[in-house]
T-cell receptor, first 113, second 113 residues
Framework: QKEVEQDPGPLSVPEGAIVSLNCTYS??????FMWYRQYSRKGPELLMY????GNKEDGRFTAQVDKSSKYISLFIRDSQPSDSATYLC?????????????FGPGTRLSVLP | NAGVTQTPKFQVLKTGQSMTLQCAQD?????MSWYRQDPGMGLRLIHY???????DQGEVPNGYNVSRSTTEDFPLRLLSAAPSQTSVYFC????????????FGPGTRLTVL
């Protein structure tokens, strides 16, 4: 079992739809959870960052962390064609940050006009 | 302010050749990292540095060397290239730990024949 698993995608939705992207993980020591967006042939850029369990909202984006279920989600409201990208979850155990910072494989999202 | 820059953008090597991937940042960040990205596997940490003169191994360090003589530069050396090292390489920097915002470079696409 991989340490971090992510819905495989690709995912295609119409413009304006609500998108749900998810990751599961196996290491209960992870405390910091991040979502990165990566456009084609570009480096990833940080979208959202949360610590421990709970919700965090930033504009059209909401990140949720459920540590009891080892499950994190990113919701995108009113999706736009400019949201078309690959979304990577990442997580870290701060006490061992060198060897324990892990990215998921990514979900490719296409928002169709 | 250029952020994180990487050179070259593309490179083709023959098996056994060596080369250095360059990375530089102008944000005065202490933390710098190298990742490789392969299809279906997400980003995997190769080496990282927490400051000039200090480096450590990540998840997949074999076949790669790094050094950090200045805050700005963090080159990645491939000692004897192998086809398994065909990948896209990203350099990243951050002002604190991995849990802080990491800024990624545009990547180097490496093919080893």
């Amino acid at each position: 079992q991989k340490e971090v698993e992510q819905d495989p995608g690709p995912l295609s939705v119409p413009e304006g739809a609500i998108v749900s992207l998810n990751c599961t993980y196996s290491n209960s020591a992870f405390q910091y959870f991040m979502w990165y967006r990566q456009y084609s042939r570009k480096g990833p850029e940080l979208l959202m960052y949360t610590y421990s369990s709970g919700n965090k909202e930033d504009g059209r984006f909401t990140a949720q962390v459920d540590k009891s279920s080892k499950y994190i989600s990113l919701f995108i409201r009113d999706s736009q064609p400019s949201d078309s990208a690959t979304y990577l979850c990442a997580m870290s155990d701060r006490d061992n940050y060198g060897q324990n910072f892990v990215f998921g494989p990514g979900t490719r999202l296409s928002v169709l006009p | 302010n250029a952020g994180v820059t990487q050179t070259p953008k593309f490179q083709v090597l023959k098996t056994g050749q060596s080369m250095t991937l360059q990375c530089a940042q102008d944000m005065n960040h202490e933390y710098m990292s190298w990742y490789r990205q392969d299809p279906g596997m997400g980003l995997r940490l190769i080496h990282y540095s927490v400051g000039a003169g200090i480096t450590d191994q990540g998840e997949v360090p074999n076949g790669y060397n790094v050094s950090r003589s200045t805050t700005e530069d963090f080159p990645l050396r491939l000692l004897s290239a192998a086809p398994s090292q065909t990948s896209v390489y990203f350099c990243a920097s951050s002002s604190r730990l991995f849990t802080d915002t990491q800024y990624f470079g545009p990547g180097t696409r490496l093919t080893v024949l």
